[in-house]
């Protein structure tokens, strides 16, 4: 029976890896930042330089991902990044000065890399084919439940216990629980225990997908999807990074909280909905131009709002949230349908890099830009962004 199929346990696991990644790699810098900030006194752009830093070295790394798998085993790597993240928490927590945040973003970048978006990849794909976007769309879950509840986390823990004693309790007890999840659940694959992929009685039809020629940036249809989803990810990673205190003064401190944590539900709905309906392989990316296009209405609910109209911002959250997840999970199973089987975790790999270089700097540019022109730039370049994706999407050749 499917329900019996053991990859399902592996994507759970996954699941919990890919919260603990994320409340750390992607979550946890927000965080960290006012702490060092208003509990240290430090520069905001100090420990902000910090953060770029830890996104940069992530995508230096996720790049060579592939060759690190192969090497040192799925297990191995994994466990690898779970210590690289807790040591490099701990070394942010108890830096005794800016400078010191550098080499602590260097540890927690590598970490990110080797457990967040290529890593829950590379762990389902051996598990699922023809359901690898339900499987997908459930592991990469995690990654907003590490949002929803580690950024409480780490501000309750922070606040009554201080940074440091928070970093160390989160780094131990993830280690604690991950350590051997990792070896009970991510070193077995199908052909080891004597199943195929998905559960199936018979092994999956090889795929028809042509063999690109040359490197991946000399192939028009990489350089497509991997600009496309990096301009889409500027545009959200600049904008979740400004939508609390434009939404504040309107509804409220508490209210614009609510309003984001409606944004990161819809993400879980919105990827659930995609992995669940997504359309055959020839239309997946017609699957993400719909993505970018409802994440664009928000860009434009949010402009229309005028910075008073609170419904308008609702409904700005909801429909760029319903997109947020796909984000993340769309990629990996746009380069399955495009790509054979032996290269999918190259392509996701440099794809995951291309989006870290970009979307390093989102907040610092929409900060910018605000500051220069206005509340209103960040809807409307937000907006100008997620259009320009959807149509390079569309312009694969």
């Known amino acids: ?3 019996r199929f053991f990859g399902w346990q592996v994507v759970w696991a996954a699941f919990a890896l890919a919260a603990f990644a994320w409340g750390i790699g992607f979550y946890g810098p927000g965080v960290w930042l006012q702490a060092l900030s208003a509990g240290r006194g430090w520069s905001v752009g100090a420990v902000s330089a910090a953060i770029t830093l830890h996104f940069l070295a ?26 690289l993240s807790a040591v490099g928490v701990c070394a942010w927590a108890l830096a005794p000065a800016p400078v010191w945040l550098m080499p602590a973003a260097l540890l927690t970048g590598a970490g990110w890399a080797m457990t967040s978006g290529a890593a829950i990849n590379a762990i389902i794909s051996r598990w699922f084919d023809r359901r690898r976007p339900a499987a997908l769309a459930m592991a990469y879950n995690g990654a ?5 509840l580690f ?4 501000a309750a823990l922070i606040a009554g216990f201080g940074f440091g004693m928070a970093a160390m309790a989160i780094a131990a007890v993830g280690l604690a629980v991950l350590w051997p999840v990792a070896g009970r659940w991510f070193r077995p694959d199908p052909t080891s225990m004597g199943l195929h992929p998905d ?18 940036w000399s192939q028009p249809a990489f350089r497509t999807l991997s600009l496309a989803f990096a301009l889409g990810l500027v545009a959200q990673m600049g904008l979740l990074s400004q939508l609390y205190s434009l939404m504040a003064p309107a509804l409220g401190v508490n209210g614009a909280g609510w309003a984001l944590s409606l944004a990161t539900v819809c993400a879980v709905l919105g990827r659930t909905a995609a992995g669940s309906l997504l359309p055959p392989e020839a239309s997946r990316r017609g699957a993400a131009v719909l993505n970018f296009l409802v994440q664009a209405a928000g860009s434009v609910a949010l402009l229309a709002a005028g910075g008073t109209s609170a419904p308008l911002m609702i409904a700005a959250c909801v429909l760029f949230g319903l997109g947020i997840g796909n984000l993340l999970s769309l990629p990996p199973l ?3 349908a495009e790509w054979p089987a032996a290269q999918v975790g190259a ?51």
């Open 144 to 148: 907003s439940m590490g949002g929803i």
């Open 334 to 336: 746009i380069a399955q």
């Open 199 to 216: 559960g199936d009685a018979q092994p999956p039809v090889p795929r028809a997908a042509a063999t690109p020629v040359g490197p991946l």
């Open 151 to 154: 950024v409480p986390l780490w």
């Open 347 to 397: 392509v996701v790999a440099l794809i995951t890099a291309v989006n870290q270089a970009f979307y390093a700097f989102a907040p610092a540019l929409f900060g910018v830009l605000r500051d220069l022109a206005g509340d209103w730039t960040v809807g409307a370049v937000a907006l100008a962004l997620q259009l320009a994706a959807a149509a390079m999407l569309r312009a694969r050749r």
């Open 58 to 83: 992530s995508a230096l790394l996720v790049a060579r991902l592939p060759a690190v798998l192969a090497r040192f085993g799925l297990v191995s790597a994994v466990r690898a990044g779970l210590v």
């Open 1 to 3: 029976m499917a329900e």
